[in-house]
T-cell receptor
Framework: GAVVSQHPSWVICKSGTSVKIECRSL??????MFWYRQFPKQSLMLMAT?????????EQGVEKDKFLINHASLTLSTLTVTSAHPEDSSFYIC?????????????FGSGTQLSVL | GQNIDQPTEMTATEGAIVQINCTYQ??????LFWYQQHAGEAPTFLSY????GLEEKGRFSSFLSRSKGYSYLLLKELQMKDSASYLC??????????FGAGTQVVVTP
């Protein structure tokens, strides 16, 4: 089955530093990738839609200057949390859509637990 | 806009059946997904419905009624490993997936 690799799995950083999270589709081309964040015992909240070769589309309330998304190739999207603060601590998950499948279902990365001290 | 509602928690015993209901209001509805998520892990795909009716896949079945904006996930012959959060997600015609808050299923011996 389709696999999406997300790295790193967890990261601890100091307040004010930037953190980059990578999301790769390993065996299919993903023209569209999605970035979610999830607080404990809450639902996945869509942050942005990443389109290969163009600017990402951010959901309302998500700061585009804080959460930088780059989708430079058909298999890689990155999310950079700039100047991270403790309130940015969360579980970040990427997903990619396999358009070759009839249901165009999403495949998720394994997630990144970010802890900002 | 979009709104997805599902119960917060359900408890059932091993071997039993549990039905998780989900109601949705989605602009340009284009499919209903169910995902399973264990704590600290990414969701895994369970089922997809776009037409009315029941889709059966082993111990799991999913039902959709588009006219009622309603779906359910049926888990049969519950096993301890089925203890997890089950997420209902509705896809809009734009392709965006809106998730419900998840239903925590607790399976007891």
């Amino acid at each position: 089955g389709a696999v999406v690799s997300q790295h790193p799995s967890w990261v601890i950083c100091k307040s004010g530093t930037s953190v980059k999270i990578e999301c790769r589709s390993l065996d299919f081309q993903a023209t569209t990738m999605f970035w979610y964040r999830q607080f404990p015992k809450q639902s996945l909240m869509l942050m942005a839609t990443s389109n290969e070769g163009s600017k990402a589309t951010y959901e309302q309330g998500v700061e585009k200057d804080k959460f930088l998304i780059n989708h430079a190739s058909l298999t890689l999207s990155t999310l950079t949390v700039t100047s991270a603060h403790p309130e940015d601590s969360s579980f970040y998950i990427c997903s990619a859509r396999d358009r070759s499948r009839v249901e165009e279902k999403l495949f998720f990365g394994s997630g990144t637990q970010l802890s900002v001290l | 806009g979009q709104n997805i509602d599902q119960p917060t928690e359900m408890t059932a015993t091993e071997g039993a059946i549990v039905q998780i209901n989900c109601t949705y209001q989605t602009s340009g509805f284009n499919g209903l997904f169910w995902y399973q998520q264990h704590a600290g892990e990414a969701p895994t795909f369970l089922s997809y419905n776009v037409l009315d009716g029941l889709e059966e896949k082993g111990r799991f079945s999913s039902f959709l009624s588009r006219s009622k904006g309603y779906s359910y996930l049926l888990l049969k012959e519950l096993q301890m490993k089925d203890s997890a959060s089950y997420l209902c997600a509705a896809r809009s015609s734009w392709g965006k997936l809106q998730f419900g808050a998840g239903t925590q299923v607790v399976v007891t011996p």
